[in-house]
C-alpha cells in the first residue's frame, strides 16, 4: 500500500500524517478516567492509614480506631471531591474573563494585538515574509485569533467544566474504596493491626506509583519509591504526634 507523502494536499491543503509511532497513548494508567482512579486511590490510601496508627498507638480501642480512620478517610473524600470542582469552576471563570479581555482587545487595538501574534511567532523563529503570511492568517478568523493568543501569550486553555462532576466522583469513590484496605487488618487481625495496615498501604502506594509513572512516561521504579515515601512521611508523622500525646 502506497504512504501518504507531503505531496498529497487534503483538506486546506495541509498534507497527511506521515508514518510514524502510533499517536494515541497506549499506557494502562493514561486514560483521563484510570488517571482520576490512580490519583485518588493513592490519595485515599494514606489519611485512613495514619489516623488509625496514630489511635492505635495512642491506647485506644479497635471501634474507635477504625471510626476515626473511616471518618477521616469520608472527610478527605468529599473535601477532595468539592475542592476539584471548586477549582475547575474557578480555572473556567479565569478563562472567560481573559478571553473576553483578549476579543476587546483584538477590536481596540488589533495592530498592537498583530505585533504580539508577530512575537510570539518570531520566537519561533518565523521570520520576513512568511511572518507576515502567517500573523495576516491568524489575525483573518477573529476566533482563531483569540484562540491563539489564549493558548500563546496567556498560557491558559478551556477547562472542560462538563467532565468536573464525573472526575471529581471517580477521585473520590477511588479514594474511598483504596482508603478502606488498610483499615481491614484491624478487623480480621486486632492484635497486629498496625503492621498489617501499614504494610498493605506500603504495597498500594508502591503499585499506584508505579502505574502513574508508566501513565506520565516516568521511570516507575523512583515515582514509586517517591510516592512511598511521601505516605510514609505522613504516616510517621502521625504516629509521632501520638506518641507524643499519649
Not at 505531496?7 to 478516567?33: I, K, N
Not at 471529581?168 to 481491614?184: H, K, N, S, T, Y
Not at 508505579?210 to 510517621?236: N, Y
Amino acid at each position: 500500500m502506497p504512504t501518504a507523502t507531503l505531496a498529497e494536499p487534503t483538506r486546506d491543503g495541509l498534507p497527511p500524517m506521515p508514518p510514524g509511532p502510533p499517536h494515541e497513548e497506549r499506557h494502562f494508567a493514561a486514560g483521563e478516567t484510570m488517571r482520576q482512579v490512580v490519583a485518588g486511590a493513592a490519595e485515599g490510601l494514606v489519611p485512613g492509614t495514619a489516623v488509625a496508627a496514630a489511635l492505635s498507638l495512642a491506647g485506644m480501642a479497635t471501634p474507635a480506631v477504625l471510626a476515626g480512620g473511616l471518618a477521616s478517610l469520608a472527610a478527605f473524600s468529599v473535601a477532595g471531591a468539592l475542592e476539584r470542582v471548586r477549582a475547575v469552576r474557578a480555572e473556567a471563570a479565569l478563562y472567560a474573563a481573559e478571553r473576553l479581555r483578549e476579543e476587546e482587545e483584538s477590536h481596540l487595538y488589533p495592530e498592537r494585538e498583530k505585533w504580539e501574534v508577530a512575537a510570539i511567532l518570531h520566537r519561533y523563529g518565523v521570520r520576513g515574509d512568511v511572518l507576515r503570511q502567517a500573523v495576516e492568517a491568524v489575525a483573518a478568523d477573529r476566533r482563531r485569533w483569540v484562540d491563539f493568543m489564549m493558548r500563546f501569550e496567556l498560557d491558559l486553555s478551556e477547562p472542560d467544566t462538563a467532565r468536573t462532576g464525573r472526575a471529581a466522583l471517580v477521585r473520590a469513590l477511588a479514594q474511598g474504596g483504596a482508603g478502606i484496605l488498610p483499615l481491614l487488618p484491624y478487623v480480621v487481625a486486632p492484635g497486629s493491626a498496625t503492621g498489617w495496615s501499614c504494610l498493605v498501604a506500603g504495597m498500594g502506594l508502591v503499585g499506584l506509583g508505579w502505574l502513574r509513572a508508566r501513565g506520565d512516561g516516568l521511570p516507575p521504579a523512583g515515582q514509586a519509591l517517591r510516592v512511598l515515601g511521601i505516605g510514609a512521611a505522613a504516616a510517621g508523622v502521625a504516629a509521632l504526634v501520638a506518641r507524643l500525646v499519649a
